[in-house]
């Protein structure tokens, strides 16, 4: 078997930062999402061991049950250092064998490829041990007392990174090694280093960065962004009803229910916003019309449009895809929708699981040259983006 140890119980003490740096947000999820998920999706990972810190657990607990991270086993308590925490993280595993691969990943480097794990794992299991890294490109110089001692040739030095991979018989001797002399070290082959046994380093990509600034963050970005590039696509969706005389019919927009206000006449609850935003992302994807799926549905006395919307959700998810912003455009001469902006945006940052920041409303009245604009009903516009969910 394999195991994956994923480090996240730092102090992000170089971001200043009052959370733990890995639940930072990276596009439109924690950073901790993108590296769980890549050892998650691994085909040669067969349990996932997170170490956190004690106020932290909560929060892994949460990403892993959002997200179903099914192969994530064990949620340990990190230790006052890194090396301490790895330890824990080994001992909590209780069904290893000598042979079977521990490999070591920080929580703060989510863009590690699984080619990159795979060939870990693999270079492990013949040598024992392996570590991930990659040529310097920079020039390198010792500098004694605030000027150059001397220039370092680097022709030979590897910028080490994660994951890490070492067998596990191999990793408790380290460890008691370790203990026995009192050793500290900043990385994980290092003890296996301290036993005069060979580490086998395998190249990875110059992207296998580890977070430690807000830089790095942007750097990590803008890199996603680029990997996230091939699956973009654009939707666009409307949707109008008009007023209902029905005084018990509530106005709902994007989920949110306006009080005092006359509702539409629909056989559901008339959800332009929400109706407009299935067509927006059904055209994306290739799928059909608002009324294919809600027609049946309205028969079975289903109305309620936020259902509708987890149909097209849905099948959003099955094709790997999520939202990238949402922009909707609302036509009505009546009511006064303006003051109701920030309730109707948290409702759908809600039911899309999307950031406030990437949901845009604007409003027209219309001037009285539509329906809309003479006040007998609302028509709602949107247009949306999709990216590949990484």
């Keep these: ?55 932290d657990i909560k929060k892994i607990n949460e ?28 001992i909590s595993i209780k069904n290893a064998k000598n042979d079977d691969v521990i490999v070591v990943h920080n929580g703060s480097s989510p863009l590690v490829k699984e080619n990159e794990i795979v060939e ?8 024992g041990a392996a570590v991930s890294g990659f040529p310097l490109k920079d020039t390198i110089k010792k500098i004694s007392n605030d000027f150059v001692e001397k220039t370092i040739d680097r022709k030979d030095i590897y910028q080490v990174q994660t ?42 990509s110059y992207e296998n960065i580890k977070i430690t600034t807000y830089e790095d963050l942007k750097i990590a970005e803008a890199i996603l962004m680029k990997r996230n590039n091939a699956g973009f696509r654009i939707g666009f969706g409307q949707d109008n009803h008009r007023f209902s005389n029905n005084k018990n019919k509530k106005l709902i927009l994007g989920g949110y229910i306006l009080p005092d206000e006359k509702g539409l006449e ?10 407009a935003l299935f067509n927006a992302i059904s055209t994306a994807i290739g799928e059909r019309s608002l009324g294919y799926y809600s027609d049946e549905m309205c028969r079975k006395g289903i ?62 009245s219309g001037e009285k040259l539509t329906a809309f604009g003479r006040g007998e009903g609302i028509q709602g516009f949107a247009a949306i983006t999709l990216r590949d969910n990484i």
């Design 1 to 55: 078997m394999n195991f994956a140890i994923i480090v996240a119980a730092g102090k992000s003490r170089r971001m200043k930062k009052s959370i733990n740096k890995v639940f930072l947000p990276l596009i439109s999820k924690p950073m901790i999402y993108y590296t769980i998920k890549n050892f998650q999706e691994c085909n040669l990972i067969d349990e996932i061991i997170v170490v956190a810190q004690k106020n």
């Design 63 to 90: 990403i892993k049950q959002e997200y179903n991270f099914n192969k994530i086993k064990k949620i340990a308590e990190g230790g006052i250092e890194r090396q301490d925490s790895v330890h824990k993280g080994l």
């Design 120 to 127: 870990c794992i693999n270079a492990a299991k013949k040598y």
């Design 163 to 204: 994951p890490q991979a070492i067998q596990y018989g191999l990793f408790i001797e380290a460890f008691k090694n370790a203990k026995k002399k009192n050793l500290k070290v900043t990385d994980d082959v290092s003890l296996v280093e301290a036993l005069g046994k060979k580490v086998k380093i395998v190249p990875c």
């Design 266 to 275: 629909a056989d559901s609850d008339g959800d332009v916003i929400l109706h």
């Design 303 to 364: 109305a309620d449009s936020k259902e509708y919307l987890k149909v097209i959700l849905n099948k959003l998810k099955q094709k790997n895809l999520e939202l990238n912003n949402v922009s909707i455009m609302i036509e009505a001469s009546k009511p006064k929708l303006e003051p109701h902006t920030n309730k109707i945006k948290d409702s759908l940052s809600k039911i899309l699981k999307l950031e406030k920041e990437r949901i845009g409303i604007a409003y027209t």
